[in-house]
């Protein structure tokens, strides 16, 4: 048996029932000693001792004597049993170690609430995408606007709750094996603790040095209100055109239209008048003549239409056919003018005196010359066997300098010299039959029309070697018109492809006539006397730059009157350079500009408004309309998927 001293540190061992005083004098009474050292009662018999026991040795500080093991031989044939007093070592204790565990419940609810977010994100990004380029409002709309918004705000918040979710899941066990693994001051842990719930808890140097991955969390925390805000703005209502094509039909113009071809019907559809002649007793031949413009149908209603025209410098509105913003082409063949221009250089020098006047200069004339409203004499005079021998003539006269010189201002041998530089344009056209582009374009259901022009060729010869100038058309007329006058006949007549042509340049010419019918005459002027400062007129200073109208003389300037001659309305329409000037500091001195593309502007606005007030052509045309339409657009993708 071995004994031994046991460290200082361990507690006391439990003494063994058997343990008893063995009688000896040095033996201790307890099998503690006063030093705390265990020491073990010899037995009586014989102590069975072991080679391999070690020896024990007292503590320095005690003094009690040093134990050594005794052995000796043990007698089988002994009748009193051994009894052994001996001391366990007590072992050193192990460390106290915790074992936390997680279990299965909270990385499920990270995981879980997580794929929610990420899930709930993706319904976000598909709605936003399925909506866009849908209508917002009208009977094909996908949702209501309120109900898109709200949708994307229950989403948006949807999402920022289970990731917030997560998150502080994350929070609280990062918090808690921080505080099982190092050891942190009262203030600190009630710093991190309060990290969750308040962010500026993250500014705090302590909570930054104890848990930066929570200050981290703590900050995705609190931004998750801002960022979610983002989301709904992603979609915007926008408005956009959408072209949608339709058939209708509109107003035209059709010069060779005549309903079934009848005479009467013929008549009808004609601008000039159609009077019907018989030359046999059986009707087999007949035909009509035309007395013009000026006398019949239309003699007061066209010219009234130009005059409209042409003072207001564009062609009648005509209402949308096809709604707010649309356009439409039509095509049509109609009256144009082809020209040859000139021009000359002309100065000229007039002295007065205290009995003659300056004469009047003719700064515009003009001259048509319509066949079929001549005389038959000068008809066949000026026949042409293919095209018409119509045509208009015109000059004009720019100032280009004009200088007043006074000799012997006082009266009454006062003379004067006014000298003149101009130029004169001259300009010569002949009627011919061209192809109309008419481009109307509606916008917010104002109208702007653009027309192009294709010349096709001259006007087809409109005097005839006939009778009166007559057309023959066989079955134009009844025979009844014999006995009950001249009737139109209602079946289809004979038109040949000559009298066709007749037929439809005759009404192009017509138009022509009624835009002629006012231009044609002269108009006179003075050079443009200067204003002065002090009177009403000056008599004796000269504007270089224009004419003066109704400012004839120098000595009285209201003593005669200047101005159109025979009728001519040319000062009020876009030929004179003045047209639009209504201000007191723009030039209203009349100047007139007279070119082949002014003429057919003013013949091509005649032309739209006679198809637009008689309504006797009509024609199909595809329509582009553009209709306004608010519409979703995915078109701020960031604001959704940043955040």
């Known amino acids: 048996m071995t004994t031994g001293n046991t460290p200082s540190g361990s507690p006391p061992l439990p003494t063994a029932p058997w343990a008893q005083q063995s009688g000896r004098a040095d033996t201790p009474t ?30 320095s500080r005690s003094t009690s004597p040093t134990i050594s093991p005794v ?49 709930t994100a993706l319904i976000h990004l598909f709605l936003f995408i399925y909506i866009s380029g849908k209508a917002a409002d009208g009977k094909d709309k996908v949702a209501p606007q309120t109900y898109i918004s709200t949708a994307s705000n229950i989403l948006a918040n949807a999402f920022s ?20 693994v190092q050891p942190m001051k009262i203030s600190t842990i009630d710093t991190l603790f309060g990290l969750k719930s308040n962010v500026f808890q993250t500014l705090t140097g302590a909570a930054i040095r104890a848990a930066p991955v929570l200050c981290v969390l703590s900050i995705m925390m609190a931004s998750m209100a801002v960022a979610v805000s983002f989301p ?41 008048v159609l ?78 005196n205290t009995s003659t006047f300056f004469p009047e200069f003719t700064i515009y004339s003009g001259n048509w010359s319509d066949l079929t409203l001549a005389t038959p004499a000068l008809r066949h005079k000026l026949y042409n066997g293919t095209y018409t021998n ?53 916008i917010s259901n104002v109208l702007t029309r653009n027309v192009t022009t294709t010349f096709i060729s001259p006007l087809t010869n409109l005097v005839l070697h006939t009778h009166d100038n007559s057309v023959i058309v066989p079955g134009f007329t009844n025979v009844s018109g014999i006995i009950s006058g001249y009737v139109f006949g209602n079946v289809p007549a004979n038109w040949s492809a000559e009298a066709l042509d007749y037929y439809r340049d005759l009404n192009m010419m017509t138009i022509l006539d009624t835009m002629f019918y006012y231009l044609a005459g002269e108009f006179t002027a003075f050079p443009a006397a200067v204003l002065d400062k002090d009177e009403e007129r000056a008599v004796n200073d000269i504007d270089p730059t224009g004419w003066g109208e109704d400012s004839p003389g120098f000595g009285n300037p209201d003593g005669w009157s200047s101005g159109a001659f025979n009728g001519t309305i040319i000062s009020r329409t876009p030929l004179n350079t003045a047209f639009t000037h209504y201000t007191t500091n723009s030039s209203a001195n009349p100047s007139f500009v007279i070119t082949q593309s002014t003429l057919n502007a003013l013949l091509q606005n005649i032309t739209i408004s006679n198809a637009l007030s008689y309504s006797l052509w009509s024609t199909p045309t595809n329509t582009s309309t553009l209709t306004l339409h608010n519409i979703y657009s995915f078109s701020q993708p960031l604001n959704l998927l940043l955040p």
């Open 275 to 352: 009077s019907p002649v018989t030359e046999s007793v059986n009707g087999s031949v007949s035909g009509f003549t035309s007395s013009g413009l000026l006398t019949g149908k239309h003699s007061n209603l066209l010219p009234r239409l130009a005059f409209q025209t042409m003072i207001t410098g564009k062609a009648f509105d005509q209402p949308s056919p096809c709604g707010v913003n649309c356009s439409f082409v039509v095509e049509f063949e109609g009256p144009t003018l082809d020209c040859n221009s000139s021009s000359i250089d002309i100065t000229s020098s007039f002295t007065r």
């Open 161 to 180: 709750f289970f990731l917030k979710t997560a998150l502080a899941t994350s929070f609280v066990q990062y918090l808690w094996r921080l505080l099982r």
């Open 71 to 119: 052995s000796s031989n043990i007698s089988s044939h002994s009748s009193l049993p051994s009894l052994q007093n001996q001391t366990i070592p007590p072992k050193t204790p192990n460390s106290v170690l915790s074992k936390w565990g997680i279990g299965w419940e909270t990385p499920t609810i990270i995981i879980s609430c997580y794929l929610l977010a990420l899930a």
């Open 232 to 272: 709904p703005g992603a979609i915007n209502v926008v408005t956009i055109q959408r072209t949608s094509y339709n058939s209708v039909v509109v107003p035209t113009f059709n010069a060779s239209f005549m309903g079934n071809g009848s005479g009467l019907a013929a008549n009808q559809y004609a601008l000039s």
């Open 30 to 59: 307890s099998v503690y000693s006063n030093t705390n050292s265990p020491v073990l009662g010899a037995p009586s018999s014989p102590i069975i001792t072991t080679s391999s026991s070690p020896r024990v040795s007292t503590p």
């Open 390 to 442: 119509a045509n208009w003539q015109s000059s004009t006269l720019s100032l280009l300098d004009a200088e007043l010189n006074t000799v012997d201002a006082n009266l009454p041998n006062e003379t004067s010299t006014l000298n003149t530089s101009m130029i004169q344009d001259n300009l010569y056209c002949t009627p011919g039959r061209a192809l109309y582009t008419v481009n109307n374009t509606y």
